[in-house]
């Protein structure tokens, strides 16, 4: 299983990635400087502001490229959708 995630950094903006293991890669954007991305090296620390399953890489590559695309704003309303969603299931 793969999953795209978007990370919320310290100055707020928002990174796009794709992963096996969130909880390892989350670890590696915060603590490891040669595993973890050049762009969220310098905003941590960072945290998971959502994530989706995908069946394969192929997928999950491809579904990373759409949200990249995205507008700051549109990537905003997915988080917001995808925190009211998580509330709503505990």
């Known amino acids: 299983m793969w999953y795209v995630y978007l990370l919320r950094c310290a100055d707020s903006s928002l990174y796009a990635g794709i992963t096996t293991s969130l909880e390892r890669r989350l670890i590696e954007h915060n603590k ?7 762009y969220t090296r310098v905003r941590r620390p960072v945290h998971l502001a959502y994530s989706e ?4 890489r192929q997928e999950a590559s491809r579904r990373e490229y759409q949200l990249k695309k995205f507008t700051k704003a549109k990537k905003e309303q997915l ?3 995808y925190i009211e969603n998580s ?4």
Request: charged content about 40%; some cysteine.
């Open 32 to 38: 490891c400087n040669k595993k973890g991305a050049k």
């Open 53 to 56: 399953r995908q069946p394969n």
């Open 79 to 81: 988080v917001n959708a």
């Open 87 to 90: 509330k709503n299931k505990k």
